[in-house]
């Protein structure tokens, strides 16, 4: 902190000196404020950083072209990218503008770390209601302005192997979770499972269970912000996902250990699954050497009687600009830059995302029938992770609890719902601290 | 000058019996090793004690994620982080207590086996034969590859449907017909045993070899004309020319294994499961990853206490003996 004072006191009394010698030569200061570089931590949206570095760098270009304003972009691992971002926020030395999975969004807020967009700032980047309702809810904390953008929207979806479906006499995708079952059970076979999933995997497992217990009429904060984990329904949910290993058996046990966040995927592109719940990723799924034509999707459906019809979190990913910015007016030029209409079709198609801006969906590369069922989705069937400044606690403490109950249902030990319940009652107690 | 501790200078005063007339030139030549040694007392002060005092700072304030980006305006917290990590009959304490005792066991099993292994080595190197330095070298490679590589490496392998090692037991060697699995349930505390071991049994066969060779032939000689077989000249030569040596390695590997970090977090990712839950991991999981740094830091200084006392012990201990021998 005095480090930072000495040398923003440094910076001070040099550019005071500077414009000492200008004598107030405006043009010169003119100049100099347009010789801005912004610094963007991208998250990595394509197949690999690098490939995030090529399919953005002709937009930062035409950026630079249209405004004169410079932007260092730096792509930064999903591994890293909240360490770095906390780092920024607690030493006050950290990018312009950035990339935040939008979960985080109430708790990042919570640091006030990053500008709010209030009615004023919003309009400057060109209003609101150019965005997707459902992916603005999942921006910061109802009631307070929000803290960032969405800029690339997702999904998740049922993806399932059509040719599989042919085979086993199955002419349509699962309606009721019951069918789905069914249908797992069908398709479970020497050769293959009937679904896969990152058992191993925090996030994933937390936004899965998530959405089972939203079928379910469950809620894991009432509506004060208070915790409320250890509640039936959230049990009811949480049963579900692991009855997929321990009462279905339609998906491989050793499912349980996957963690790196693709080997899921890579199962159902290889036909070792017959279907996933996976957000956007067909792309990903022809890179792995899927046909295209075997690729189908559907909503993630709910047991029969779901109190919700509730089949995704509001995926995706959320543009910020940091408040220690210097470059605050720059900064939100970008912002409005990244969500205007051509850019959200071209960043989008490339990531095979789906756009923010409504208006990005007159594009005939958004027409498709997949990009359908996402945006409808999106529009009727998601709902935002809980907007509480806890949520990333709430997701790393329930996440890691799921994870070790799939591991010992993978092992053969029945998780029993009182199990459940113990496991929710001591992650609730663990948030207090 | 006024801050030089007057003792050592007394006691040369004493061994010289140098007059007090003589006193002022001695003290013009002390300043020369306190200048010497300025660099590293600055080092030590911004590389070890300020951030522990900062940390020991943070674990009496309530340090969330509300508070990171202005640490002074954190609410002080007393004890009441100390008090939430050691309330021993809450969901919160049980897992601190719980990840304590894996971490225990851990080190224990981890050190007894690779002192164990680099023992034997080392004395299976101590003499020269045909192809010596080839097998020391051979078990040098687990320490100098990178953690990082060889630890995947270790979890692909370990893998329950496509590892190699499950593809020896079960399919070729038909040990079980069920594939087990190491990286989660109760196998993973020894999956990650075994990859500790590897990674950690060449620095302590390194030391062992290093000490061996200090040690005079003829004493084997002598011993051996007493009639005495392998066994007893390890016993009684190579053991007690070791035990400095022993001393401080046993030392070093106690607190590397306990603060173990870096091979369980490529090994099992951000979550460890909790039957290999070590403590420095689930801090991290308490501070880093829940955002709680005011829990992380009690729960850091409470393990910076444990190690100091296990030390200071240890070090009392193995100097008696060493009064007595």
Not at chain 1, 363 to 387: G, H
């Amino acid at each position: 902190m005095r480090l930072k004072r000495i040398t923003s006191a440094v910076a001070v009394s040099l550019v005071a000196a500077s414009l000492a010698g200008c004598g107030g030569n405006e043009e010169t200061s003119g100049g100099a404020a347009e010789d801005v570089t912004l610094t963007y931590w991208a998250s990595n949206q394509g197949t690999s950083l690098e490939n995030d570095q090529e399919v953005l760098q002709p937009q930062l270009d035409a950026f630079t072209a249209k405004t004169g304003i410079k932007v260092d972009v730096e792509v930064v691992p999903w591994s890293d990218l909240l360490n770095r971002i906390l780092a920024a926020t607690a030493s006050g030395e950290g990018p312009d503008v950035l990339n935040i999975g939008n979960t985080w969004s109430a708790s990042l807020q919570a640091t006030g770390a990053l500008t709010p967009f209030d009615d004023a700032t919003m309009a400057e980047i060109g209003g609101a209601d150019r965005f997707l309702a459902g992916s603005l809810a999942a921006t910061g904390a109802p009631g307070q302005p929000p803290t960032a953008v969405p800029v690339y929207s997702l999904a998740y979806g049922l993806y399932y192997n059509k040719s599989m479906f042919a085979e086993a006499g199955i002419t349509e995708p699962p309606a009721t979770w019951e069918e789905l079952v069914e249908a797992g059970k069908k398709l479970t076979t020497p050769e293959h499972w009937g679904m896969s999933i990152e058992g191993g995997s925090v996030s994933e497992n937390i936004h899965n269970v998530f959405v089972f217990s939203e079928q379910q009429g469950g809620s894991f904060f009432d509506d004060a912000g208070k915790p409320t984990f250890d509640t039936p329904e959230n049990v009811a949910g949480i049963k579900q996902y692991l009855d997929l290993i321990q009462t279905d058996k339609i998906t491989n046990p050793s499912n349980a250990e996957y963690s790196n966040g693709t080997e899921a995927l890579a199962d159902f592109a290889s036909g070792k699954s017959a279907m996933v719940m996976w957000q956007a990723a067909a792309g990903s799924l022809e890179e792995l050497g899927m046909d295209p034509a075997d690729i189908g999707v559907a909503p993630i459906p709910a047991p029969s009687g779901a109190a919700e019809d509730v089949a995704s979190i509001v995926a995706g990913i959320n543009l910020a600009v940091f408040d220690n910015s210097e470059h605050k007016p720059q900064a939100l030029d970008f912002v409005e830059f990244m969500t205007s209409t051509p850019t959200q079709i071209q960043l989008n198609k490339t990531y095979g995302s789906l756009p923010a801006v409504t208006e990005a969906y007159s594009d005939p590369a958004f027409q498709t029938e997949a990009v359908e069922t996402f945006k409808s989705i999106l529009d009727d069937k998601a709902v935002p992770m809980p907007a509480v400044p806890e949520e990333s606690q709430f997701e790393t403490l329930v996440g890691t609890a799921v994870k070790n109950m799939l591991a010992q249902a993978a092992s053969g030990t029945v998780v029993t719902e009182q199990a459940i319940s113990e496991q929710l009652a001591a992650a609730q107690q663990q948030l207090a601290g | 000058m006024i801050t030089v501790d007057p003792a050592p200078e007394a006691g040369t005063e004493a061994r010289t019996g140098s007059t007090p007339v003589r006193a002022p030139r001695k003290r013009k030549r002390q300043w020369l090793p306190y200048l010497l040694l300025l660099p590293v007392v600055v080092a030590e002060l911004l590389i070890h004690i300020i951030p522990m005092v900062i940390g020991v700072g943070m674990s009496f304030l309530e340090l969330t994620q509300f508070y990171v980006r202005n640490w002074t305006a954190a609410p002080a917290a007393g004890v009441g982080n100390y008090r939430f990590v050691l309330q021993f009959d809450e969901a919160s304490g049980k897992a601190l207590l719980h990840s304590f005792w894996t971490t225990v066991q851990f080190t224990v099993i981890v050190l007894a086996l690779s002192w164990a292994l680099a023992m034997a080595a080392a004395i299976w190197t101590q003499h020269a034969f045909r192809g010596r330095g080839l097998v020391r070298t051979i078990f040098l490679v687990p320490y100098a590859l990178p953690v990082f590589a060889s630890v995947i490496t270790w979890s692909f392998m370990l893998q329950r449907d496509n590892g190699m090692v499950n593809h020896v037991l079960v399919d070729q060697l038909h040990l079980t017909d069920e594939r087990p699995f190491w990286l989660i349930g109760d196998n993973s505390f020894w999956a990650l045993i075994v990859v500790e071991v590897w990674r950690l049994w060449p620095f302590a066969f390194l030391a062992l070899t290093a000490g061996m060779s200090s040690i005079p032939a003829e004493q084997y000689e002598a011993a051996a004309i007493d009639g005495a077989g392998v066994l007893r000249s390890v016993r009684w030569v190579t053991l007690p020319n070791l035990r400095s040596v022993n001393q401080v390695l046993l030392l070093v590997l106690f607190l590397w294994t306990f603060n173990e970090f870096t091979v369980p977090y490529t090994f099992f990712g951000k979550s460890a499961p909790e039957q290999a839950d070590l403590i420095s991991m689930h801090i991290y999981q308490n501070s880093f990853v829940t955002w709680n740094f005011g829990t992380g830091s009690a729960m850091s200084v409470l393990l910076l206490l444990f190690l100091l006392a296990v030390t200071a012990v240890y070090l009392l201990l193995t100097r008696k003996k060493d009064v007595d021998a």
